[in-house]
């Protein structure tokens, strides 16, 4: 909500300080408007968002990162990242040829597989429709980072509280 987009939110760039989760490596950061339709998508491959590999631009930059985040959760509850098998290795940058063939399946399984690759199934509500919104593969349903906000303020303190509950010791 800042105007700013962080454009590489993966596992590797969350850390933990004092029990409170951090959004690291603040390189490719930028405004928004930065981000315009003919930007090159950044971040890497496997928290990348739907519109970013079917069509190669930016729709609604801010939504992207929301969509990272929620893969990043995705691959955190499900053991793999949407769209991803679990041990499928992606292709590095370095072996173009590969990438390229690897994003046109991540684009065929967008637009044929979806169901499939985005199974949410296993994941507890409310958190499963938390989830669901932040990877809604139409970014004009997705939400905004303060509309998801606002959202986990409202749906998982109680769902947090039953989770912690069960998982304390029996006295």
């Given amino acids: 909500?800042?105007?700013?987009?962080?454009?590489?939110?993966?596992?590797?760039?969350?850390?933990?300080?004092?029990?409170?989760?951090?959004?690291?490596?603040?390189?490719?950061?930028?405004?928004?408007?930065?981000?315009?339709?003919?930007?090159?998508?950044?971040?890497?491959?496997?928290?990348?968002?739907?519109?970013?590999?079917?069509?190669?631009?930016?729709?609604?930059?801010?939504?992207t990162d929301v969509w990272a985040l929620g893969a990043t959760v995705f691959n955190a509850l499900v053991g793999r990242f949407p769209l991803i098998d679990g041990n499928e290795v992606v292709p590095r940058i370095s072996t173009p040829a590969a990438r390229n063939e690897f994003e046109r399946e991540l684009v065929r399984r967008i637009e044929h597989d979806w169901q499939r690759w985005v199974d949410l199934d296993g994941v507890q509500a409310p958190l499963r429709d938390i989830l669901a919104r932040m990877l809604d593969r139409d970014v004009e349903r997705r939400p905004t980072s303060s509309e998801l906000l606002a959202r986990i303020e409202a749906e998982l303190p109680a769902f947090l509280r039953t989770i912690r509950g069960a998982a304390a010791p029996a006295s």
Avoid: Q
């Fill in 1 to 63: 909500d800042n105007g700013r987009v962080h454009g590489d939110i993966k596992p590797d760039n969350i850390g933990i300080k004092n029990d409170r989760f951090l959004l690291l490596d603040f390189g490719i950061c930028r405004p928004a408007e930065e981000f315009s339709r003919a930007s090159t998508p950044t971040g890497s491959v496997r928290t990348r968002a739907p519109e970013l590999l079917s069509s190669h631009r930016y729709i609604d930059p801010p939504k």
